[in-house]
């Protein structure tokens, strides 16, 4: 959950630790969970660097505009500066393995966003290849899972085939650093908007625990649901108990928020091999 100011020709992005699910914002948040996706996502933009654009224009705070410097004990470690964007009407979804909605929908159809896929395959499975998923960008209800033609519609098919293209390669490029360090990343989401020359630029968030599945790879049976270091342990509580996901969002017990922020520190900690800053 980040909250967004204005500054003319550049955006302040500041993560706050409020967390959502079911497209719900829960009523107790996360302590430092919004230093993690902003210092995680700060991470993933340089590893990516070389492969595509993206909207960071500066991150540490000592270097903000005057104004700014003043609260630098709240913007620190949390807050970013960047350049502004046309977001693109689509979320970006790559899967690597069958899980989450993309395993719901295989059961039903025996495809993934009209990809078909083999016959067989299990919870969690690896997919033989990995896949663009898109989705609708809801502003009220749901994301739903959308074909390629659709996005197509939406963007035109030579962006449509760039952000697939350079969604794909990005995940592939970081499914390869995070099982050096003993990660397996499920399936991720990405945004792209469009810069003034309408050039594709990565942008908000990418590859945190809110945006993807993380599994430990030393843990990994597939077959059935997955230990992971993101937002599924919420989910799974929110599952659990009597909530027909619609507002108001019930509070978490303290044993899931204190479970949350470790699983939060412990995916930072294991993909960027440094400690969370202050």
């Known amino acids: 959950m980040r909250d967004n100011y204005d500054l003319g020709e550049a955006l302040l992005i500041v993560c706050t630790d409020r967390i959502s699910a079911f497209d719900c914002v829960l009523p107790n948040g996360i302590p430092d969970k919004g230093k993690v996706l902003n210092q995680i996502s700060l991470f993933w933009f340089e590893q990516m660097a070389s492969l595509v654009k993206n909207h960071v224009r500066e991150h540490r705070v000592e270097r903000f505009p005057e104004a ?42 025996g495809a993934v966003c009209g990809l078909k896929l083999p016959d067989g395959l299990r ?81 908000d968030e990418v590859l945190t625990p809110d945006s993807s599945r993380f599994w430990p790879a030393d843990e990994y049976a597939p077959g059935r649901a997955q230990r992971s270091f993101d937002k599924q342990f919420v989910r799974d509580y929110l599952e659990s108990i009597d909530w027909d996901k619609n507002p108001p969002a019930p509070a978490l017990p303290d044993s899931i928020v204190d479970g949350t922020r470790k699983r939060y520190i412990e995916i930072y900690r294991r993909l960027t091999g440094t400690e969370l800053s202050s």
């Open 68 to 109: 700014l410097r003043r609260h630098a004990d709240v913007l620190a470690g949390r807050s970013v500066l960047v350049s502004r964007l046309r977001m693109l009407p689509v979320e970006c979804v790559v899967r690597g393995y069958l899980a989450g909605s993309g395993y719901k929908e295989y059961l039903k159809t």
């Open 123 to 203: 919870e969690s499975d690896r997919l033989p290849e990995p896949l663009f998923t898109p989705s609708t960008k809801a502003e009220k209800g749901h994301d739903e899972n959308i074909p390629f033609g659709r996005v197509v519609e939406l963007i035109g098919r030579d962006m449509a085939e760039t952000v697939r293209d350079l969604s794909l390669a990005v995940y592939r490029r970081a499914c390869v650093h995070a099982e050096s360090r003993g990660i397996i990343i499920a399936d991720t989401k990405f945004e792209f908007g469009l810069d003034a020359g309408d050039r594709p630029v990565l942008a």
